[in-house]
């Protein structure tokens, strides 16, 4: 009895939670240009997954040349930033950018060689998309 009424309060906890406006700021994009921007980022969690990984296992140059090149400003172009950009809010250009440069800090970070450094500068990419997924949204 005590199970059930524990769960009937949390999903009533829960429908109460999803039941809140969203109060994000909402981007409209063409079709083919939101699922670009989430293919994109799934593309970034994997890579921040990836270089987690890689710090994991003490591959600090590894990690540095996959933040560069997925994340970092050296992967701009292959993300398609600037088609992009041109549909974003301002605020929302603005953490795409301190991400991308987050990450080659980052990526510098890591090619000292220190791990304590470099986590730290990877929270620095993360804190990015926070702050960007606090405040915008595309659906």
Known sequence: MKKSL????????????????????????????QS?????????????????????????????DTAEQRLGMSSLDKHG??????FMPEGMKKAGTAMHHAASRFALRAQEGEVLPAYKALQDVTAACVAC???????
Do not use: C, S
């Open 81 to 86: 930033a600037e088609h992009l950009a041109r």
């Open 133 to 139: 997924h606090a405040a915008y949204r595309i659906r």
């Open 36 to 64: 670009h921007m989430l293919a994109n980022m799934r593309n970034h969690l994997e890579t921040i997954n990836l270089v987690l990984l890689q710090l994991a296992n003490g591959e600090l140059d590894k990690a540095a």
């Open 6 to 33: 524990l769960g009937v309060v949390l999903l009533l906890f829960v429908a109460n939670a999803w039941a809140e406006e969203d109060e994000r700021k909402m981007v409209k994009l063409p079709e083919m240009m």
